[in-house]
């Protein structure tokens, strides 16, 4: 049991097909108490079940753009649970029409919001839990490929995650004077549904399975043991990381 009595909070179910849930179900079958948040009542009743499923000790509401939501969360889990040992954010998003055509495009306000929620989100985070954070404690995020290369339709989201990366490493300096530890894992492409909204996301997929070294897609259950290593005292000298966990796709030239 490598996470055997640990805290951990998921941000970022939203359905049994989520990388999250992928990761929620790897800890749960290593010892973790797991706490989930939603975002608006649509996703909570999807979640209950999931919650239930997984043994989950708390199911809270965030819209993580909202710093007295953030503020909210922290007290309801300093109340349950008196501190977090993992936390993991996998939220992002951008607004459809940002996820097409030319990113010369993108919106100002368009721009913004995908930065505020899929990054920015990060940073308020660790920054409401910090006091909560065990000194050993583990945060991770998700990432992608076109953090770092353009894909096509990609675009604001792009932006965004190579954003979110770097915050990793800013982080990395600011909590790992607690001994707590921030990694990013660039996971490949998965059928979720926040992918539905990326054009070619089939196209994609085909691709990895032909040129990726290991000729296949990655599953949740994939990110899910990444996440595990992270979370886990084995990674206790890794901080400021961006894992891949993409079947080596990411290695390959033209």
Known sequence: ????????????????????YGIARQFRDHGARLGFTYAADPIKKRLEPICAELGGELLAPCNVTADEEIATLVETVEKRW???DVLVHSIAYANREDLKGRFIDTSRDGFALALDVSAFSLVALCKAFEPLL????????????????VVANYNAMGVAKAALE????????????????????????????????IGGFKT??????EHAPLRRNITIEDVGKAALYL???????TTGECLFVDSGYNIMGV
Do not use: Q, W
């Open 82 to 84: 008196g501190g977090v």
């Open 1 to 20: 049991m490598l996470l055997n009595g640990k805290r951990a909070l998921i941000l970022g179910v939203v359905n049994e097909r989520s990388i999250a």
């Open 231 to 237: 979370a886990s005292d084995l990674s206790h000298g």
């Open 204 to 209: 994609i997929l085909s691709r990895i399975e």
């Open 166 to 197: 770097c915050c990793v490493r800013y982080l990395a300096v600011d909590l790992g004077a607690r001994g707590v530890r921030i990694n990013a894992i660039s996971a490949g492409p998965v059928k979720t549904m926040a992918a539905t909204a």
């Open 134 to 149: 065990a000194p050993d404690a583990s945060v991770m995020t998700l990432s992608y490929y076109g953090a770092g290369k």
